[in-house]
Nanobody
Framework: QVQLVESGGGLVQAGGSLRLSCAAS????????MAWYRQAPGKQRELVAA???????NYADSMEARFTISRDNAKNTVYLQMNSLKPEDTAVYYC?????????????????WGQGTQVTVSS
């Protein structure tokens, strides 16, 4: 069974930085795109940034200047470096991955979510 495990959340003051990590574990054929989403209280989950297996990135307009997504394919891990954090960045951050998982003798595309990690930015 494949799962995503996030780490790196916490409490930080406005203007500070945090680095989130998300590692995929288990048995799978490959990981295609990986992404970070976030969900603030009372709001819908929104895309923060995404990265393909080749390293192409895509950011939400409001976050590109402060956040950087990267991945280490050898470690099956995606990172989110967040700088100049603001109170409005407070949310649960979720890792997402499109994985080709083994299913018997076949592989099938599976979308996975991590359990979420809380990021709280104090003013």
């Amino acid at each position: 069974q494949v799962q995503l495990v996030e780490s790196g959340g916490g409490l930080v003051q406005a203007g500070g930085s945090l680095r989130l990590s998300c590692a995929a574990s288990g048995s799978f054929f490959s990981i295609n795109s990986m992404a970070w989403y976030r969900q603030a209280p009372g709001k819908q989950r929104e895309l923060v940034a995404a990265i393909t297996s080749g390293g192409s990135t895509n950011y939400a307009d409001s976050m590109e200047a402060r956040f950087t997504i990267s991945r280490d394919n050898a470690k099956n891990t995606v990172y989110l470096q967040m700088n100049s954090l603001k109170p409005e960045d407070t949310a649960v951050y979720y890792c997402n991955a499109a994985v080709l998982a083994y299913s018997g003798i076949y592989v099938r595309s599976v979308e996975l979510w991590g359990q979420g990690t809380q990021v709280t930015v104090s003013s």
